[in-house]
């Protein structure tokens, strides 16, 4: 075991007891395995600390305190306290914690980082809680706690033992452990073994678990008129049809702008409130509305033109790196290789369009629905409304996806807004129409890629990147950063009014189809074999680094071997093509390699091998379902992912424009885990950024063509 310092203060370790009477308890699901009915229900539970309450027949709810978007989160959390409480999965309820930023941390669901940030605090929180166990039957038994183990729920001393149960009502009087001990890896019992998603029943059961489900008594509805364009805001309207509806109640202008700025560019929105969602809908259909110029109206012509432009320009301000001498490398090469990749603006298209519930009253203000950033989204609404944060309250629903879109609260926003105005409980609902086009976009981008070699080797690199409203494009201390010689990275930002925001894996979603494409592409250039060539430069970064690395290259050596050795790499079938690709991204090491037939002459995806190397596996089942979703998702938007702008205004608003993969174009995903105990790392993202790459090095290895835009298809790529 290791021995740590609790870092739990008083205010989070809540030692209060609570009497909740057995009748509670109806409705919940029997713990976590429902055929488990031994128990008699509990006639008292005991809040042993934020997390935990340990009723008296031994019973354990265990509260998941991130926002649970689809990535397991409500179940893996819980497992990692269930495993250093030491007490059986089947004895444990969980339930999703309500925002509470004093007793939980980092309650975000973001950047594929809820299990590694919240790792060491959920150990020691449940071990933290198996310790006071202890410490309380030591005093009953009057032995030397250091004497005691426990299992299974129960503290242990020789042939007698006490459940937790039991020690509970005493356990939370109790002084908190001054320092604990965790369970070596080793010793896991739980963190390592498949368990049910909690939510499933639910879920199949249709049961109100998301935000679209929630309901308050006395809620209205609301359907938001938002400007049909960028760059457009209300001029004037005309709400006389729309109040025709049978339904509608009421029909108003609302602002939910944050800064003046935003007034002056965006202006006010208008909102059709009505008794249900349907009325609400048809009432916006109803509703005319003018608008009016507020800034310049973009085109996607015009992008391509200035990120274009500005892959050719160099300055002080657009290095973010540079190592040795590229233009001298360039020089003295044996040969010389450029290309240029570009990707358009994504939106999300969450299975749940985006939706909030909001009741602001004099005294308080309730928010509920599914956001990934409620900490975020409650101080933006006190501020918005100018309350005090402590009379806002959040309570978080499970979310329909969201891969980055429900980052934003800007939904939560405008139902604050309006029930503000109006001073009942509303929840605003959008479209799939409003979704696609009033969202928050990945944005569009450029790279261009230029290395030199000599003696088989890669002797010289120039990275530049150009995106719209995205900031820094760049990942310039990844690979292959340290492992070639002389090394250059620029990044150039085009401001823009359209708005972007984080999509799945932020930059890096396309930034790793260029490069690994470029590297495929080099390969071919050098006559060196593809994964060779990344061995290479892995090889002089992990033994003489030039510069900063942010990455570890033996792992991602380890991930590129693996895949290799799964996926077949040396030894292909007769008849299929195969492309391979690995990336470093939210801590995790992936490799993937893709196998392309040909069916009636043209190229399809048969299987994808990836190799992963995220630390300890907390539930396998889980994990396996999040490589083969950001696998499907990758090479889905990389075939079709397309969409264009055209003064201001988005050209597609529903799924008949917008192509998304289909269940019989997806590929098996072939999973495979680099075993180890390290602390674990990101999952939700980080099988997404290769996957596009490794299909496009497949394609090319199938059909003789490379594809440098995405989407694929307007490449005259069509898939078998």
């Known amino acids: ?96 914690a309500g925002l509470n930023v004093n007793s939980f941390t980092r309650q975000i669901a973001g950047g594929s980082q809820s299990i590694r940030a919240g790792w060491a605090s959920l150990r020691m929180t449940g071990a933290t809680a198996r310790q006071l166990m202890i410490n309380t039957a030591a005093k ?180 973010m790196r540079s190592d040795g001498n590229a233009k001298k490398a360039f020089t003295e090469a044996d040969g010389t290789l450029e290309r240029t990749y570009e990707a358009p603006f994504l939106p999300h298209n969450t299975l749940e369009p985006m939706n909030f519930f909001a009741n602001v009253s004099d005294d308080k203000v309730e928010l509920a629905g599914p956001v990934q950033t409620p900490d975020w989204t409650h101080n933006r609404v006190a501020g918005l409304l100018k309350r005090e944060p402590a009379t806002v309250s959040v309570e978080m629903t499970r979310m329909g996806g969201g891969f980055g879109r429900r980052l934003y609260g800007d939904f939560a926003l405008e139902a604050a807004a309006i029930s503000d105005k109006i001073r009942k409980p509303v929840k605003v609902q959008f479209s799939r129409e409003d979704d696609m086009t009033a969202g928050i976009y990945r944005p569009a981008s450029k790279y261009k890629f230029r290395a ?34 002389n090394y250059k990275v620029e990044s150039h930002n085009v401001t823009s009014n359209i708005t972007t925001g984080a999509w799945r894996a932020p930059i890096t979603n396309f930034l790793a189809i260029a490069e690994q494409s470029f590297f495929d592409e080099l390969a071919k250039e050098m006559n060196v074999d593809a994964v060779q060539v990344r061995l290479d430069i892995l090889e002089r970064a992990k033994n003489n680094p030039v510069g900063k690395v942010d990455y570890e290259p033996e792992k991602m050596i380890g991930v590129i071997k693996l895949a290799a050795e799964k996926g077949n790499w040396s030894n292909p079938e007769a008849g299929v093509s195969k492309g391979f ?17 040909t069916v009636n002459g043209q190229p399809k995806i048969t299987n994808m091998t990836v190799a992963v190397d995220c630390g300890i596996i907390i539930n396998p089942e889980a994990a396996i379902n999040q490589i083969q979703g950001g696998v499907v998702d990758g090479i889905g938007h990389a075939m079709y992912g397309d969409f264009a702008f055209v003064d201001g205004a988005p050209q597609a608003s529903n799924f008949d424009k917008f192509r998304l993969i289909r269940t019989s174009e997806a590929p098996t995903v072939d999973v495979h885990f680099v075993e180890s105990l390290n602390d674990p790392t990101g999952l939700g993202e980080p099988s997404l950024p290769p996957a596009g790459g490794a299909l496009a090095n497949a394609i090319a290895a199938a059909t003789g063509r490379r594809v440098y835009k995405i989407p694929f298809t307007k490449q005259d790529i069509a898939m078998g």
Request: some cysteine; aromatic content about 8%; overall charge negative.
């Open 1 to 96: 075991m290791t021995v740590i310092k609790t870092k739990i203060d008083r205010r989070s370790f809540l030692k209060t007891s609570a009497l909740a009477g057995g009748g509670l308890m109806i409705g919940f699901a029997w713990g976590c395995n429902p055929s488990n009915t031994e128990k008699l229900p509990p006639k008292e539970w005991f809040d042993v600390n934020a997390f935990l309450s340990i009723a008296d027949n031994g019973q354990v709810t265990i509260m998941s305190p991130n926002p649970e978007i689809g990535q397991n989160v409500k179940t893996s959390m819980p497992m990692i306290v269930a495993e250093e409480l030491d007490i059986a999965w089947e004895d444990v309820i969980v339930k999703q």
């Open 140 to 319: 009953e038994w009057d032995v030397d706690a250091s004497t005691l183990t426990t299992e299974a729920g129960f503290v242990l001393n020789g042939r007698k033992k006490l459940s937790y149960g039991e020690l509970a009502s005493k356990a939370v009087l109790e002084e908190i452990p001054t320092e604990v001990e965790l369970k070596k890896p080793q010793d896991f019992k739980i963190i390592g073994q498949s368990k049910t998603n909690v939510d499933l029943d639910g879920i199949v059961q249709g049961k109100p678990l998301f935000g679209v489900d929630y309901m308050a008594d006395g809620m209205v509805y609301a359907a938001v008129m938002r400007p049909p364009a960028f760059g457009t805001k209300l001029k004037s309207f005309d709400d006389t049809e729309a109040r025709k509806v049978n339904g509608v109640l009421d029909v108003i202008t609302f602002d939910d702008n944050e800064r003046d700025d935003q007034r002056k560019i965006r202006g006010e929105k208008i909102a059709i409130i009505a008794t249900n969602t349907w009325a609400a809908f048809k009432g916006k259909k109803a509703l005319k509305a003018n608008w009016e110029k507020s800034a310049p109206l973009e085109n996607t012509s015009g992008h391509d033109k200035e990120l274009n432009r500005l892959l050719d320009v160099s300055n002080d301000k657009s290095v």
């Open 452 to 485: 030199a070699y000599k003696n088989g080797k890669v002797t010289g690199y120039h990275l530049t990147g150009a995106g719209i409203q995205m900031g820094k494009s760049t990942r310039e201390n990844w690979f292959p950063a340290g492992g070639i010689e």
């Open 581 to 597: 690709s690995c990336y470093y991204s939210h801590n995790t090491y992936v490799a993937e390699v893709a196998d392309v037939k």
